[in-house]
């Protein structure tokens, strides 16, 4: 089947960095769009950064100019740099990835097991 593994979570004071990874592994053929995603303790999970294949992002305003997401078509692995940390930026957070297996004819949304970052003094 297909894996998405996080790491790079912890803790941080705020003010400053992290930077998450995730790789996809297993029954892979193609990865069309790829993001990272969190959710807060007591509030629904929201996107916070997508890219797709060909490089295009897209950010939340909320991390607009502190995060960049980044990707490498051919390790299969997307990356999130953190700058700035909040307080507020303190959540799980998931990889996600549509990928499409050998003789499978349509994309599939995988999610990563989650990691936690922590933003406070």
């Known amino acids: 089947q297909v894996q998405l593994v996080e790491s790079g979570g912890g803790l941080v004071q705020p003010g400053g960095s992290l930077r998450l990874s995730c790789t996809a592994s297993?029954?892979?053929?193609?990865?069309?769009?790829m993001g990272w995603y969190r959710q807060a303790p007591g509030k629904q999970r929201e996107l916070v950064a997508v890219?797709?294949?060909?490089?295009?992002?897209n950010y939340a305003d909320s991390v607009k100019g502190r995060f960049t997401i980044s990707r490498d078509n051919v390790k299969n692995t997307v990356a999130l740099q953190m700058n700035s940390l909040k307080p507020e930026d303190t959540a799980v957070y998931y990889c996600?990835?549509?990928?499409?297996?050998?003789?499978?004819?349509?994309?599939?949304?995988?999610w990563g097991q989650g990691t936690q970052v922590t933003v406070s003094t």
């Open positions: 996600n990835a549509r990928i499409r297996s050998p003789g499978s004819s349509t994309y599939t949304t995988y």
């Open positions: 297993g029954r892979i053929f193609s990865i069309n769009g």
């Open positions: 890219i797709t294949r060909g490089g295009t992002t």
